[in-house]
């Protein structure tokens, strides 16, 4: 045999066992991505309730005396800030871009009937302002916004006997600050919830033990 040959087939079992080698090594497993857990708020005293939008986190602190007030932390500059903390007791919090929104009530907020009632105020992260949203007689609940729309349970129509309960969805558009009412059935609706145009919510208009779901374009 030539010297050529042999150094053909030499050069050929080299690249099979190349291949073959390649062929049969075991797959490299991509390491699987762990998140990191960080603190946000560790404050000694209760917070509750957290809800984000970006880089904004809110939630509800108990720090002042325990009374119920409104903080934010920055997650782009690692700063907390206060939102809001005057004497009432704030709730359901929630958040949408610049805008952060709560239930407030103190201990003198009734109505004529002495039934507790509950305001909705707005805060501009941008220009640092409070602003109220809805100071109606009544109870609110259920608070939620997106975009420039704030909705919420409202019970302003419902008899003061304590007996019959009646409960609709109110809107409130932050754009021309006019107040909409989205829905005022004869029946109790709960629950709202919105993504930009479209609201929806929990209606017992049909039956006071079997719930259905509600929707409404704005």
């Not at 404050?43 to 602190?61: C, K």
């Not at 809805?134 to 003061?160: E, H, Q």
């Not at 809107?171 to 005022?184: M, P, R, V």
Request: one cysteine or more; a negative charge.
């Amino acid at each position: 045999m030539s010297k050529c040959w042999i150094n053909a087939i030499g050069l050929f079992l080299m690249l099979l066992t190349t291949v073959v080698s390649i062929g049969c090594s075991p797959k490299s497993i991509p390491t699987p991505y762990v998140a990191e857990e960080f603190p946000i708020c560790t404050n000694f005293y209760p917070q509750f309730y957290a809800a984000i939008d970006g880089d904004i986190v809110i939630w509800m602190d108990q720090r002042n005396n325990y009374s119920r007030n409104i903080y934010g932390y920055n997650l782009s500059s690692h700063s907390e800030f206060p939102i809001c903390i005057d004497s009432s007791n704030k709730q359901n919090q929630a958040i949408s871009g610049n805008i952060v929104v709560w239930l407030a009530t103190s201990n003198a907020s009734c109505d004529e009937s002495g039934i507790l009632c509950s305001d909705i105020y707005g805060y501009n992260l941008s220009s640092g302002k409070k602003f109220p949203i809805c100071t109606a007689p009544g109870f609110k609940l259920d608070l939620a916004i997106s975009s420039n729309i704030v909705v919420w349970m409202d019970t302003r129509n419902s008899p003061r006997d304590n007996i019959v309960l009646r409960t609709d969805i109110y809107g409130y558009n932050l754009d021309n600050n006019k107040e909409l009412a989205i829905c005022t059935e004869m029946s109790a609706q709960f629950t709202p919830a919105i993504s930009e145009n479209i609201t929806v919510w929990t209606d017992y208009r049909e039956d006071s033990s079997n719930p259905d779901i509600y929707g409404y374009n704005l």
